[in-house]
């Protein structure tokens, strides 16, 4: 079945707002729409899902996408099997996993995506550390900084370095909620990380911004400063898209092009 059969299909069963289904596999694409029906309520809590025959004539594809498609929202904790009823719609509940949806098409808007997603969390962790930190977390957060610069002396990206220093914030910040998001968000933020870097190191001028944007987040959060520290972590954020959006195209055919296109590959997004 061609593509375009199938895109004018989900576009007449998807709701109005779903994500562009243009793009993506084709089970992809059934996925999505589905996902986007159960979420618009078109099919209930406790709900039979059309069986597969029925979805296989609606979305004019094979069993198999239709079958992988199930797969998906039994793994996502939508749907699951009920003797008697075949697949039906789960209860929403705590337990169904958090996904991000990262476009890798567009290279430069998937990284500041993942960097704005940063920006409100980076800025209240910072605040907290400021409140929270103790005395070998502060030295720790120094230690982070230190091992930035060495990296990079050594040649070295420092990507593991600099993420290692937003991780002993959010361990300062003593809300082990914020720690967990960062592990979540570990694989998009090391490769958002990895770009900015790259890009950074063509410019003499930007690395040295980064090492004083830095230098500026653990002073505060060394003064205990909640709001200096709040005010520092948003600048960063804020200088480090601007540095994104600064990168010419010659960067983006770069190996820090390669690592923006890496971003939804990891953990299956791709």
């Given at each position: 079945?061609?593509?375009?059969?199938?895109?004018?299909?989900?576009?007449?069963?998807a709701?109005?707002?779903?994500?562009?289904?243009?793009?993506?596999?084709?089970?992809?694409?059934?996925?999505?729409?589905?996902?986007?029906?159960?979420?618009?309520?078109?099919?209930?809590?406790?709900?039979?899902?059309?069986?597969?025959?029925?979805?296989?004539?609606r979305?004019?594809?094979?069993?198999?996408?239709?079958?992988?498609?199930?797969?998906?929202?039994?793994?996502e904790?939508?749907?699951?099997?009920?003797?008697?009823?075949?697949?039906?719609?789960?209860?929403?509940?705590?337990?169904?996993?958090?996904?991000?949806?990262?476009?890798?098409?567009?290279?430069?808007?998937?990284?500041?995506?993942?960097?704005?997603?940063?920006?409100?969390?980076?800025?209240?962790?910072?605040?907290?550390a400021a409140?929270?930190?103790?005395?070998?977390?502060?030295?720790?957060?120094?230690?982070?900084?230190?091992?930035?610069?060495?990296?990079?002396?050594?040649?070295?990206?420092?990507?593991?370095?600099?993420f290692?220093?937003?991780?002993a914030i959010?361990?300062?910040a003593?809300?082990?909620?914020?720690?967990?998001?960062?592990?979540?968000?570990?694989?998009?933020?090391?490769?958002?990380?990895?770009?900015?870097?790259?890009?950074?190191?063509?410019?003499?001028?930007?690395?040295?911004?980064?090492?004083?944007?830095?230098?500026?987040?653990?002073?505060?959060?060394?003064?205990?400063?909640?709001?200096?520290?709040?005010?520092a972590?948003?600048?960063?954020?804020?200088?480090?898209?601007?540095?994104?959006?600064?990168?010419?195209?010659?960067f983006?055919a770069?190996?820090?092009?390669?690592?923006?296109?890496?971003?939804?590959?990891?953990?299956?997004l791709?």
């Amino acid at each position: 079945m061609k593509n375009t059969q199938l895109s004018k299909t989900v576009s007449r069963t998807a709701p109005s707002g779903a994500p562009d289904s243009a793009k993506g596999t084709l089970a992809d694409r059934v996925t999505g729409a589905l996902v986007e029906q159960i979420r618009q309520g078109d099919f209930a809590p406790g709900a039979r899902m059309p069986s597969e025959n029925e979805l296989t004539e609606r979305f004019q594809v094979s069993r198999t996408v239709i079958r992988e498609a199930i797969s998906r929202l039994k793994s996502e904790g939508l749907v699951g099997s009920r003797r008697g009823s075949g697949t039906v719609v789960l209860e929403p509940n705590n337990a169904t996993p958090f996904r991000l949806d990262i476009d890798v098409h567009d290279s430069i808007q998937a990284v500041l995506r993942v960097i704005e997603l940063r920006r409100g969390v980076e800025g209240e962790m910072a605040a907290l550390a400021a409140q929270r930190r103790t005395k070998a977390q502060n030295q720790r957060i120094r230690q982070a900084l230190k091992d930035i610069d060495k990296a990079v002396l050594a040649g070295r990206d420092g990507v593991p370095e600099d993420f290692a220093f937003h991780a002993a914030i959010s361990e300062a910040a003593h809300n082990p909620l914020y720690t967990s998001l960062l592990q979540f968000l570990s694989q998009f933020l090391q490769a958002a990380i990895r770009v900015a870097r790259i890009n950074e190191a063509r410019r003499e001028d930007f690395g040295q911004q980064v090492r004083n944007e830095h230098a500026v987040i653990a002073q505060a959060i060394d003064d205990g400063d909640a709001d200096a520290a709040r005010a520092a972590a948003l600048r960063h954020m804020e200088n480090s898209a601007q540095r994104i959006q600064a990168a010419d195209t010659a960067f983006w055919a770069s190996e820090g092009g390669k690592a923006a296109r890496r971003l939804a590959e990891a953990k299956g997004l791709e």
